[in-house]
């Protein structure tokens, strides 16, 4: 077993178990991304996207980077949520300007059937990726793994790509609701076993994306993506070496449904923008911490800007001491100025230690 560094400051994992703290810890979705020079340098090496999440050398060198340039609380794995669906045979490729795509997405009854877990060692370069990433932090924030929702994983596995519509997967899924099922319990088994393995690996919190869950109707949404985000949760190791792991879940579009997803007993929910962070607090800060929310695009205002909506979102949430991670309500977007999200981060600190009285 490796034997990582003690660990320097635990605000964020502290945040999450909805323990006091001196002020709100920050990271950002897509923090290690096309944003920073650094990390563009770096791809260009790479040669290609899955080049680089496939090399734990420069995934580790990437993950680093945002954490060398800003005073972030968490480094998040570099990884893609397609990793999954592409070590179960679907063929991922990236197509320049388009995005990702799978060479055999399940169109007929036959794939569906024949779906199954990724094979053992198929995503150890991930799990390398997370030890040596964890190794090389030395202990001075912790380390988030994370997967795709099995909801947002079956999105591209069905239509074969990323997709405005949805067509093809609600299709299946109001036609044929028993492959939809089908496919979305393989998922959230191989998720639980990935998110496992990165927990074995190193990984100090996980996070589970539903980047889609939001495209579904109500009712859907719960029996789709909501009911396999628990299974996952409750498949989850939740502590490592007598260290508790916190479980956060983020379904863009999914404020509405805050009161159920804290229901699913993770730890912490991540909220987009379009959420009231503090009348959630209000409705689920007894059961889960949250994090979130602000605009990515407030992050091409000026200083004076910036600074402003972040105080206003601290605001919101309210002089509590517990219980709130800062972050986008979504990814840092590739056109973000760098010295952007110096402001952002030092007005998060700053400010939340002014409304504790610090």
């Not at 945040?15 to 897509?30: F, G, K």
């Not at 968490?74 to 063929?91: H, N, R």
Request: with cysteine; proline share 6%; charged share 20%.
């Amino acid at each position: 077993m490796p034997q990582f560094a003690p660990l320097k400051n635990d605000t964020f994992l502290r945040a999450l178990l909805r323990q006091p703290t001196e002020y709100t810890p920050v990271w950002l979705m897509r923090q290690a991304g096309r944003y920073l020079p650094e990390y563009r340098a770096t791809r260009q090496k790479a040669g290609s996207f899955m080049g680089l999440a496939t090399n734990p050398d420069l995934a580790t060198e990437v993950t680093l980077q945002p954490i060398d340039r800003y005073d972030l609380d968490a480094a998040i794995l570099f990884s893609d949520i397609l990793t999954v669906p592409d070590a179960m045979g679907l063929g991922l490729y990236f197509v320049e300007g388009e995005g990702p795509k799978f060479e055999r997405p399940l169109k007929t009854e036959e794939d569906v059937k024949a779906l199954q877990l990724p094979p053992a060692g198929s995503l150890d370069y991930v799990f390398n990726a997370v030890t040596q990433i964890r190794t090389e932090l030395n202990g001075r924030v912790p380390l988030i793994g994370f997967s795709g929702s099995p909801w947002t994983l079956a999105c591209y596995m069905v239509e074969g790509q990323g997709s405005r519509e949805f067509h093809t997967i609600k299709k299946m899924m109001y036609a044929r609701p028993d492959l939809m099922h089908h496919i979305l319990d393989i998922n959230a088994r191989a998720v639980a076993e990935y998110l496992n393995a990165q927990i074995d690996a190193g990984a100090q919190a996980v996070m589970i994306f539903d980047s889609w869950g939001g495209a579904l109707a109500d009712g859907a949404y719960q029996q789709f993506s909501l009911q396999y985000m628990q299974q996952v949760v409750s498949l989850l190791k939740r502590e490592k070496d007598g260290v508790k792991i916190p479980a956060i879940v983020f379904t863009k579009g999914g404020g509405h449904w805050a009161e159920e997803i804290a229901a699913i007993g993770a730890d912490a929910m991540g909220l987009d923008w379009t959420a009231n962070i503090g009348k959630i607090r209000e409705l689920v800060g007894h059961k889960m911490a949250l994090q979130g929310n602000i605009d990515p695009a407030i992050l091409f205002a000026n200083p004076q800007q910036i600074s402003a909506e972040v105080r206003r979102v601290l605001d919101c949430y309210g002089p509590h001491n517990t219980g709130h991670v800062f972050n986008l309500g979504h990814g840092i977007s590739q056109f973000t100025p760098p010295e952007s999200v110096t402001v952002l981060v030092d007005t998060v600190h700053s400010h939340s230690r002014k409304l504790r009285g610090g």
